[in-house]
């Protein structure tokens, strides 16, 4: 396979450019890919003024760069992120993303950090499988699994979410792109742009690759108010999204009551295989979710104890930073993380 790549600059800054791929021009020779490569890149700048190009590259697929895929069970493949903090990281990929191939169809779970890493996703796939991406499934609407999007969509897949996740993402959206630009140089970032889904989960949802069914469940709040998991039917592997959190400090920006619940209702039943948000596969529930429990658990009972004793927020954040001290190096990211959760935690309990 050929893809069209072209390489593009910002209008008011020559010296920020990068490469981004275009999937429209996806061909299988290099001939069909020349044909069309103009009028294609000529289209994807127009909807773009803040961005200039230069001539269209039509270049094999083996010439690319491209994300790792692993396969964990027939047909189910995932890519592994860096579990640690964006802020940590050379370039924001620490999300797991998921790639599922039916009979008729590929669906994809997450899209990545940026465009530049959703672009080696959608190479890696077309390294295994020339089946149409028909499916982009968003577990939630942080950053690092869902900015790139777009590439998926231009691909041609659907993107589905939870109900909640337009309305979060529509107003974090500006702050995500201006996060991304402040971390990483223009080629890791150039050219992503936030795209809102397609369809959306209310409850619960089923999408078929042919051969092979996946459930889609939309859950009450819990790590955020968008929270989303993807069940495989043919392979039982349960993809979570963010529910679970191993290595990476679990961080709770939706409910922390509610993140328990959830976690205290079983929602692993029958999965053989579970892929966390961050962090490695396992096949038992209770291995890969005890210590995220104890964590989470042990922040309430801090958080309780705090409000208890009649410590404002200022001197409970700390409190409960202290008291959740042994637990620190058993998580990657932990002192990043931990006031964040202090805070959300007090918010929430102290009119419980």
């Not at 299988?28 to 994807?44: I, L, N, S, Y």
């Not at 599922?100 to 295994?128: F, K, N």
């Not at 290595?247 to 920006?253: K, M, Q």
């Not at 705090?306 to 042994?326: E, K, Y």
Request: glycine share 8%.
């Amino acid at each position: 396979m050929f893809h069209l790549v072209l390489g593009v600059c910002l209008a008011m800054a020559a010296d920020q450019c990068g490469q981004v791929l275009l999937p429209q021009g996806d061909s299988a020779t290099a001939q069909g890919c020349r044909t069309q490569a103009a009028q294609v890149a000529d289209a994807w700048l127009a909807a773009r003024p803040d961005l200039t190009g230069s001539a269209p590259e039509c270049r094999a697929n083996a010439d690319l760069p491209a994300l790792d895929l692993q396969q964990v069970a027939p047909g189910v493949h995932v890519h592994f992120g860096d579990s640690h903090q964006m802020e940590e990281t050379p370039d924001g990929r620490i999300a797991n993303l998921g790639v599922i191939i039916g009979r008729d169809a590929v669906a994809v779970i997450d899209a990545g950090v940026s465009r530049a890493q959703a672009q080696d996703l959608y190479v890696a796939i077309r390294r295994i499988t020339d089946l149409p991406v028909r499916h982009l499934i968003l577990t939630h609407m942080h950053p690092d699994h869902v900015l790139g999007a777009q590439v998926l969509s231009e691909a041609g897949a659907r993107i589905t979410a939870h109900h909640a996740l337009p309305q979060a993402l529509q107003a974090r959206a500006a702050g995500y792109l201006d996060a991304l630009v402040g971390l990483y140089p223009a080629p890791d970032w150039i050219g992503t742009q936030v795209v809102m889904p397609d369809d959306l989960v209310d409850d619960r949802r089923q999408i078929d690759l042919g051969d092979r069914s996946l459930l889609l469940r939309a859950w009450p709040a819990a790590h955020t108010d968008s929270d989303l998991t993807v069940l495989d039917r043919r392979t039982n592997t349960l993809f979570t999204g963010d529910l679970l959190f191993r290595d990476l400090t679990p961080v709770v920006d939706g409910s922390l009551l509610g993140w328990l619940e959830w976690l205290d209702s079983d929602p692993a039943r029958g999965a053989g295989l579970i892929v966390p948000g961050h962090g490695p596969a396992s096949e038992s529930w209770a291995e890969a979710s005890a210590p995220q429990a104890a964590l989470l658990k042990a922040l309430a009972t801090a958080t309780r104890q705090a409000i208890q004793d009649g410590l404002p927020l200022s001197q409970a954040v700390p409190a409960i930073a202290n008291a959740l001290q042994p637990m620190q190096n058993s998580w990657n990211s932990y002192p990043e993380t931990v006031a964040r959760n202090a805070t959300a935690a007090y918010k929430e309990l102290e009119w419980e």
